[in-house]
């Protein structure tokens, strides 16, 4: 039993056109065997019929996971998960900026398929599709003339000024509002590598800015499973957002129970933060 393919409608990056390629390439002549991922979220009566006995293959393009996280709401049987940006990682080949892949991307695709064809579409081990929540409520913690946000939920800091947001098995790292500020414009972000495994308070990356070199102290144990590529393309999103768009590395974690216990909460970073605003 074929699977239907869900693809990424992501046009607008240069991984989305690789995802449109592959699932054109995979379909064949079997047109309708493409989900259209924007009739799907209009309306998913109009494929109830036709998903009824069978999986999906998603082929997302970039780290966001639109066609994943469609899926997953709509509670749709995901047999394998192909994520474009991951794949072009492992291989030589440069993603462009054009709706039209040129004759390397081509090749790519075309090489893509064929393994993809060998392996069978039909089931692969899927993997957690996560959701972090953006805070909506903060502490305030106000020296001379800066205010300095701490969400007061769900979030976890150290006293190197980084957070962690655990939801699960995985976390979400970033830095701090007062880390940012302290930084000023932030314009450099060199991510760690995929599957690194990092240590709690070990590097997972660096951020500068012209005041400042600082290397990102993780607050806890993990493997390395993303980071945020909008975020290597502008890091001023660091400033702008820190606890929301601006997160840096997401990690499956090893050991969240034992690694609590050197962290601090809202109300304890909250004093680390008025300590060092006064030091400083």
């Known amino acids: ?76 049987r995901i047999g394998r998960k192909i994520l474009i940006a991951d794949v072009v990682k492992q291989s030589s080949v440069k993603p462009e900026n054009s709706l039209v892949p040129g004759p390397e991307a081509q090749e790519f695709v075309r090489r893509l398929v064929a393994a993809l064809s060998e392996a069978g579409l039909e089931e692969s081990p899927t993997e957690e599709i996560v959701e972090f929540p953006p805070p909506v409520e903060f502490l305030k913690v106000t020296h001379d003339k800066f205010v300095f946000k701490i969400p007061n939920l769900g979030f976890y800091f150290n006293e190197n000024d980084f957070w962690v947001q655990p939801v699960g098995r995985r976390a979400r790292v970033g830095v701090t509002d007062f880390a940012q500020q302290r930084l000023t414009d932030i314009a450099f972000f060199d991510p760690p590598a995929i599957g690194l495994a990092v240590e709690q308070f070990g590097e997972a990356g660096v951020v500068e800015s012209s005041k400042a070199v600082s290397e990102i102290i993780s607050p806890v144990a993990g493997r390395v499973v993303a980071v945020n590529d909008e975020v290597v393309k502008t890091p001023e999103t660091i ?10 590395v997401e990690l499956e974690l090893a050991d969240f129970e034992g690694d609590r216990e050197l962290l601090a909460g809202p109300e304890e970073y909250a004093a680390v933060v008025r300590r060092k605003a006064a030091e400083s």
Not at 4 to 13: Q, R, S
Not at 32 to 47: F, G, K, M, T
Not at 241 to 248: F, I
Request: hydrophobic letters at 40%.
């Open 239 to 248: 400033n702008a957002d820190p606890y929301g768009q601006g997160w840096l």
């Open 1 to 76: 039993m074929n699977p239907a393919i869900l693809p990424c409608n992501g046009l607008d990056k240069p991984f989305g056109p690789l995802a449109r390629e592959v699932a054109l390439e995979l379909a064949g002549d079997t047109p309708e065997a493409i989900v259209c991922p924007v009739l799907l979220n209009q309306s998913p009566e109009r494929y109830q019929e036709r998903l009824a006995d069978k999986t999906l293959l998603v082929i997302d393009g970039c780290a966001t996971r639109c066609a994943t996280k469609l899926a997953t709401r709509l509670n749709l």
